[in-house]
């Protein structure tokens, strides 16, 4: 073999029929001429690449290239190249710049803004807020009319009425104590005249159902009939002083005793009928109220109440205060105290059962009432005002 050195600085290997002749370089690819005799000086270069292909885990020198220059660039390149791991450093910057810019806008900006000399400096001591008066605009006209709705449903809340307010301008409220009873009722114009007391208006086609504090903003303005049911073993009664005795005095009675002793038991209220529904396997206790008008721009409340009647000690009269105990520990009505206090004088209500007809009107909105000369009043909270209102339901 006749080892030289090409033009372009490479060592090249030919045979030795080649000498003398004009050969191909295999690194550039141009034309060189083959020395008749090899260079000498060149034998370490070729042991040297000899050694790296016996040895690949020897590395090249710098400077010198034992291979083709494209294809040790290629390889080089397809070796080098992971996206996994360009992809994880590209998540490490955004992470820092997040880290960066959050740390900047918490602590770094606010020393350079002015500070804000008026806002309140806090006190070690807790101090009651103090309420925000709402004002007026002088210029009445100057509040747009979407204004004005939120500020006739604030002034509503601010007059009383039912906690949290009323669903429209209009609409039925049936309320019972206890609470969750259900609700039937239907138009009086589809009940036949002859609706007696062994009759229910469930059976009746037309009949609608719901529950008790529920609000019925959509109800078509009509004149109904409704009755409120609650089961005689509810929960709730069950917690009623004599309560047993009185189930079992109805359990076997005659319907019109049934009636009877469900009056003596129980508070009055503007029911009109008083109902014991003995279905199989159960008991019903129910209120019927006719004649209930529902009208545009009106809201029409029915207050259920089965609550037991106590008597007081001495004199005529519910005793009130012994019902407070049953009542929800949640007030549901807000109005004027000095206003309903004046009521409460003007109907002759005891001075001494003043404060248990106020909680009463307060947790269920109404309070049934008996003065010294045996009348017997409800008295009732207005849902969408909070206005006080009276019914003379009869002399005990």
């Avoid at 390149?77 to 994880?88: E, G, H, V």
């Avoid at 747009?144 to 604030?154: H, T």
């Avoid at 009647?309 to 004199?315: S, T």
């Avoid at 007030?331 to 409460?344: C, P, T």
């Amino acid at each position: 073999m006749i080892e030289f050195r090409a033009e372009c600085g490479h060592a090249v290997r030919a045979k030795d029929r080649d000498a003398g002749r004009v050969v191909a370089c295999p690194y550039c690819g141009k034309e060189t001429s083959v020395p008749d005799e090899h260079d000498d000086g060149l034998d370490f270069l070729f042991q040297e690449v000899e050694r790296s292909a016996e040895h690949p885990a020897i590395q090249e020198k710098p400077g010198r290239s034992w291979a083709k220059p494209g294809s040790a660039k290629r390889k080089r390149a397809t070796r080098d190249f992971n996206p996994f791991a360009i992809i994880l450093k590209m998540i490490y910057a955004a992470a820092l710049i997040i880290i960066v810019v959050v740390v900047i806008q918490k602590f770094v900006v606010p020393l350079f803004q002015p500070e804000d000399r008026s806002r309140p400096v806090a006190s070690s001591s807790p101090e009651r807020p103090t309420p925000v008066v709402e004002q007026e605009p002088s210029n009445p006209e100057a509040v747009g009319s979407s204004d004005r709705p939120k500020r006739e449903d604030r002034e509503k809340r601010m007059r009383g009425g039912l906690v949290g307010g009323m669903e429209g301008e209009r609409g039925l409220y049936v309320s019972s104590m206890p609470a969750n009873a259900l609700v039937f009722y239907i138009p009086e114009s589809k009940v036949s005249s002859e609706l007696g007391l062994h009759d229910r208006i469930i059976r009746l086609k037309g009949c609608q159902r719901t529950e008790t504090n529920v609000q019925l903003p959509y109800i078509t303005p009509a004149t109904y009939v409704v009755e409120v049911q609650v089961q005689w073993n509810h929960a709730s009664l069950s917690k009623y002083p004599d309560y047993a005795e009185f189930r079992r005095s109805i359990q076997h009675a005659p319907d019109v005793d049934c009636r009877r002793r469900v009056e003596q038991y129980f508070l009055p209220d503007r029911a009109d009928e008083v109902l014991v529904d003995k279905t199989e396997g159960q008991v019903l206790v129910v209120r019927r109220y006719r004649g209930v008008e529902v009208r545009e721009n009106h809201w029409t409340t029915v207050h259920a109440v089965f609550l037991p009647k106590v008597m007081m000690k001495g004199g005529p009269g519910f005793d009130i205060q012994s019902i407070t105990g049953h009542l929800p520990r949640r007030e549901s009505f807000m109005f004027d105290v000095e206003h309903v206090n004046a009521e409460l004088v003007y109907y002759r209500v005891p001075a001494s059962q003043h404060d248990a007809v106020r909680e009463v009107l307060e947790k269920i909105g109404t309070a049934p009432c008996m003065t010294p000369d045996r009348r017997i009043h409800v008295f009732e909270i207005g849902v969408e005002d909070g206005v006080f209102r009276e019914w003379l339901i009869g002399r005990g």
